[in-house]
């Protein structure tokens, strides 16, 4: 199963497992990462799932659709080039071992 690491805006880390197809948003949910708030379940409608994703794992993502892009100019915290939504990103082989950090607010 795919690992994906989460690193809070205070540097603490937490590593979880989920089986392929999981988002990293439903990852957080599942292991009660609470810098994840995802009001909208997934549906792209809140950008409160939003997360800085770090190298190499940020230029393994799929291009973001035009809605992520859209919703990412929403953010609370700051946008960046590493920004992206992660009720977005799907776990599978190719990004085992992802890790993203959480913005200091999501609300
Ligand atoms: S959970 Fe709402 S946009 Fe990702």
Same mark, same amino acid.
């Given at each position: 199963?795919?690992?994906?690491?989460?690193? /809070?805006?205070?540097?603490?880390?937490? /590593?979880?497992?989920?089986?392929?197809?999981v988002? #990293?948003?439903?990852?957080?949910?599942n292991?009660?990462?609470? &810098?994840i708030?995802?009001?909208?379940? &997934?549906?792209?409608?809140?950008? /409160?799932?939003? #997360?800085?994703?770090?190298?190499?794992?940020?230029?393994?993502?799929?291009?973001? $659709?035009? /809605?992520?892009?859209?919703?990412l $100019?929403?953010?609370?915290?700051?946008r960046?080039?590493?920004?992206?939504?992660?009720?977005?990103?799907?776990?599978?082989?190719?990004?085992d071992?992802? $890790?993203?950090?959480?913005?200091?607010?999501?609300?």
């Amino acid at each position: 199963m795919p690992k994906v690491t989460f690193v /809070t805006h205070d540097g603490v880390t937490k /590593t979880v497992e989920e089986p392929d197809g999981v988002s #990293v948003m439903q990852a957080a949910q599942n292991a009660g990462i609470g &810098g994840i708030v995802a009001e909208c379940g &997934g549906s792209m409608m809140c950008a /409160t799932c939003h #997360v800085y994703v770090a190298e190499p794992w940020l230029s393994k993502l799929p291009d973001m $659709t035009a /809605t992520e892009s859209e919703m990412l $100019t929403m953010t609370v915290s700051e946008r960046k080039p590493s920004s992206r939504l992660s009720c977005q990103i799907v776990l599978g082989a190719a990004l085992d071992g992802i $890790t993203v950090e959480l913005p200091e607010k999501q609300i």
